[in-house]
């Protein structure tokens, strides 16, 4: 398995309070990903990052930002939680180099609930 | 984004093959054929990829129509541990990252 960890696992945080989820990877692999899943739907992209301080959006960006200030952590902040970003979170990796394509390794997520 | 059409759910005997099919009328010639599954409380698992030819690893074999608008995922003899959420994903590359877009998936329910 991968070695990619995400903290915390679960939590729960009132309307209005900031929250930063962060993603760690043992792997040294260069692109990084934020995905948030909710029910009854497939993983939709947030941010990602292509390399240290090298970030951009994904589809879901608003009210999410990232950082990325060393290659094994990608920090994901919610500025001011809202109801409608309770999800569970997800962080993947995958690497660079010659070939076309590189598959993407996914975090074990983390559960957020905004009260 | 190109997209996928899957169906929401199938099912599938213990020991018997499956075949999931996805269809992606839209693709373009440098889109890339993924699957990943779910598994149930755990993040997507990589499964398989593909351009044009059929591919093969140790989990599935990826069928790719000629014409690549459609393509099938077979797992060749289905155990209990492939009931998941399966997902056809066409790759976008940007500066090199893969954008997966991901849809709802199908379903899979493995029958003992």
């Known amino acids: 398995d991968a070695g990619i960890t995400q903290s915390p696992r679960h939590k729960v945080t009132e309307t209005g309070t900031p929250v930063t989820l962060r993603c760690h990877q043992t792997e040294n692999h260069r692109y990084m990903y934020w995905y948030r899943q909710d029910p009854g739907h497939g993983l939709r992209l947030i941010h990602y990052?292509?390399?240290?301080?090298?970030?951009d959006k994904g589809e879901v960006s608003d009210g999410y930002s990232v950082s990325r200030s060393k290659t094994e952590d990608f920090l994901l902040t919610l500025e001011s939680a809202t109801s409608s970003q309770t999800s569970v979170y997800f962080c993947a990796i995958s690497e660079s180099g010659r070939r076309q394509v590189y598959e993407q390794y996914f975090g074990p997520g983390t559960r957020l609930t905004v009260t | 984004d190109a997209k996928t059409t899957q169906p929401n759910s199938m099912e599938s005997n213990e020991e018997e093959p499956v075949h999931l099919p996805c269809n992606h009328s839209t693709i373009s010639g440098t889109d890339y054929i993924h699957w990943y599954r779910q598994l149930p409380s755990q993040g997507p698992e990589y499964v398989i990829h593909?351009?044009?030819s059929n591919v093969n690893n140790r989990m599935a074999s990826l069928a790719i129509a000629e014409d690549r608008k459609s393509s099938t995922l077979i797992l060749h003899r289905a155990t209990l541990r492939d009931a998941a959420v399966y997902y056809c994903i066409l790759t976008l590359r940007i500066q090199g990252a893969q954008k997966l877009v991901f849809g709802q998936g199908t379903r899979l329910t493995i029958n003992p």
């Open positions: 990052s292509y390399g240290v301080k090298d970030t």
């Open positions: 593909g351009l044009t």
